[in-house]
C-alpha cells in the first residue's frame, strides 16, 4: 500500500471481512462459530478489527501529514473524533428510542433493560447528561467512545512511531520507546521506507 494515495483497498476489505465475521460470531447458536477465530487464535475479530483500525488511522494520519503537514493531520483527527462522538450520540438515541418502542408495546423485557430505557425514563435529564459525558453508554453505543479515544491519541502516537522510524529518539521514556518499537517495525515493513 502507497499510504501517500490515503486509503488501502486491501485494509479496507479484510475491514469487511472482520465486521462480518463479528456479525457471525454474534449470532447466538451459530453453526459457524467453531470456525471463527477465537476458536484458533487468542484473539478475536473485535480485535483484529480493531488493529486494522489503528494501522489506517496511522496510514490515513502519515498520508494528510505528508500532504498538508501535522495542523492539518491533527485537525483531520480532532473532527474524526467529532464524527465518532456525534454518531455514538446518534446511536445512544435510537438505542433508547429502541427500548422506548419496545416497553410501550410489551415486548421482550430483557431487551428494554438491555437498552437502558427505565433508569432513562425515571430520570430523563440526569441520564441525558450522563451519556453525553460519556459516564453512561447504552447498549451498542459503548465502542465508540474507545474509538474518539483512539482517534485522540493518533495525533500523539504515530509522530513517536515515524520519529523512531527514521532514527529519532521515539519518546522522553522507555515507556514510549516500547510503545513504538513494534509497531514502527511493521510500518517500516509494510510501507518499505
Known sequence: MDIRR????EVDFFLGVVLIVIVLDHMPRSTLSHLMLHAYALCDSAEVFVFL???ASAAAYTAVLTARGEKAANL???RRCWEIYRA???TALLT???GAVLALVHLNHAMVDLTGWWPFAAQPLQQTLDIA???RQPYLSSVLPMYMFYALLVPA???LALSAASGGSPGRSPCCSALTTWPTGLLIRLHGN
Open 133 to 135: 459525558v460519556l459516564r
Open 88 to 90: 455514538y450520540l446518534l
Open 157 to 159: 502516537v504515530v509522530p
Open 6 to 9: 490515503g486509503r488501502s483497498v
Open 53 to 55: 483500525g489503528g494501522y
Open 96 to 98: 433508547l428510542l429502541s
Open 76 to 78: 483531520r483527527f480532532v
